[in-house]
């Protein structure tokens, strides 16, 4: 859900794709964004994400150093230039100035993906260079993704958590990083893509969820999102079912949170585990 990291990674929304190979390259920069997006987050991101979260990581320095924006423009300069070795080299310095794995995620590498966001929608950078400047991003969370879940805590019974984009929302890199947090906190997660709302409310009628958190960043998915809630609440296997939403759509327009039907919705993903906290606690109150 970008239940987002200063969330969704600031990609505007844009027409749907299927992929990097297939679909042809429009004049419009917001189409192809869209592709792009599309395929990275498809084919990418998830086979970075699940091929292995070593335990081996070295032990994260004394926390202290948030990244600055001149870090980010450092760091965008080595994914411009295809230099994956001086990108990774350049976060292992901050975090050896005291750059903790979560400072890096939400001050370093989602400022990052949306400068170049920025860049592509603005034709300042070709299609080629983007591209491969925002698959080395990838390949930077899937390094510090061992680092950021080296001192999690152990799943704590009841913190069950399923995270989806809205069925038909094509942008959902920001979960993969929410799901980083909730693991660090103890969560056990689910994050899976559902291609209709049917497929959605059939997992959460067979799987017991605390909380279910949806992800939306174009508002043409908005009545999407509000019938999704609608049917969260009859048919989970969990009466009590929390619902947060979350994403890049709430950043642009807050005011539309108060339509939507679910009990919050969050603007980065640290919120999101406080208020799917508070969910919880509240539920073990009242019951």
Same mark, same amino acid.
């Given at each position: 859900?970008?239940?987002?990291?200063?969330?969704?990674?600031?990609?505007?929304?844009?027409?749907?794709?299927?992929?990097?190979?297939?679909?042809?390259?429009?004049?419009?920069?917001?189409?192809?964004?869209?592709?792009?997006?599309?395929?990275?987050?498809?084919?990418?991101?998830?086979?970075?994400?699940?091929?292995? /979260?070593? &335990?081996?990581?070295? =032990?994260?320095?004394? *926390?202290?150093? +948030? #990244?600055? @924006?001149?870090?980010?423009? !450092? %760091?965008?300069?080595?994914?411009?230039?295809?230099?994956?070795?001086?990108?990774?080299?350049?976060?292992?310095?901050?975090?050896? /100035?005291? &750059?903790?794995?979560? =400072?890096?995620?939400? *001050?370093?590498? +989602? #400022?990052? @993906?949306?400068?170049?966001? !920025? %860049?592509?929608?603005?034709?300042?950078?070709?299609?080629?260079?983007?591209?491969?400047?925002?698959?080395?991003?990838?390949?930077?969370?899937?390094?510090?993704?061992? =680092?950021?879940?080296?001192?999690?805590?152990? #799943?704590?019974?009841?913190?069950?958590?399923? %995270?989806?984009?809205?069925?038909?929302?094509?942008?959902?890199?920001?979960?993969?990083?929410?799901?980083?947090?909730?693991?660090?906190?103890?969560?056990?997660?689910?994050?899976?893509?559902?291609?209709?709302?049917?497929?959605?409310?059939?997992?959460?009628?067979?799987?017991?969820?605390?909380?279910?958190?949806?992800?939306?960043?174009?508002?043409?998915?908005?009545?999407?999102?509000?019938?999704?809630?609608?049917?969260?609440?009859?048919?989970?296997?969990?009466?009590?079912?929390?619902?947060?939403?979350?994403?890049?759509?709430?950043?642009?327009?807050?005011?539309?949170?108060?339509?939507?039907?679910?009990?919050?919705?969050?603007?980065?993903?640290?919120?999101?585990?406080?208020?799917?906290?508070?969910?919880?606690?509240?539920?073990?109150?009242?019951?």
């Amino acid at each position: 859900m970008a239940l987002p990291v200063p969330t969704g990674l600031g990609l505007e929304c844009a027409g749907e794709a299927t992929g990097l190979l297939d679909t042809p390259v429009s004049d419009s920069p917001a189409q192809r964004v869209s592709v792009l997006v599309t395929t990275i987050e498809r084919d990418v991101i998830p086979r970075l994400m699940l091929v292995h /979260r070593q &335990a081996g990581a070295a =032990a994260a320095p004394a *926390a202290g150093y +948030a #990244p600055q @924006a001149d870090d980010v423009e !450092r %760091l965008v300069g080595f994914l411009l230039k295809g230099d994956a070795g001086g990108a990774s080299a350049f976060i292992r310095r901050l975090r050896e /100035r005291g &750059a903790t794995p979560e =400072a890096l995620l939400l *001050a370093l590498l +989602a #400022p990052a @993906a949306r400068s170049l966001g !920025r %860049l592509w929608e603005e034709d300042r950078c070709d299609f080629t260079v983007v591209t491969m400047g925002l698959w080395r991003l990838q390949r930077a969370l899937h390094e510090l993704s061992a =680092a950021f879940q080296l001192n999690a805590e152990p #799943p704590v019974d009841g913190r069950r958590i399923l %995270l989806t984009a809205v069925p038909g929302e094509q942008h959902s890199f920001g979960l993969y990083m929410v799901a980083e947090f909730f693991r660090r906190a103890g969560w056990d997660v689910v994050d899976a893509r559902y291609d209709s709302n049917d497929e959605l409310l059939d997992a959460v009628a067979q799987q017991w969820f605390a909380v279910v958190g949806l992800s939306i960043a174009c508002e043409r998915w908005l009545p999407q999102l509000t019938h999704a809630v609608e049917g969260l609440r009859e048919h989970s296997k969990n009466s009590a079912v929390g619902i947060i939403a979350g994403g890049p759509l709430f950043l642009l327009s807050p005011e539309l949170s108060d339509h939507v039907g679910a009990d919050a919705v969050a603007t980065d993903a640290r919120r999101a585990v406080e208020l799917a906290q508070e969910l919880i606690s509240l539920r073990r109150l009242s019951s």
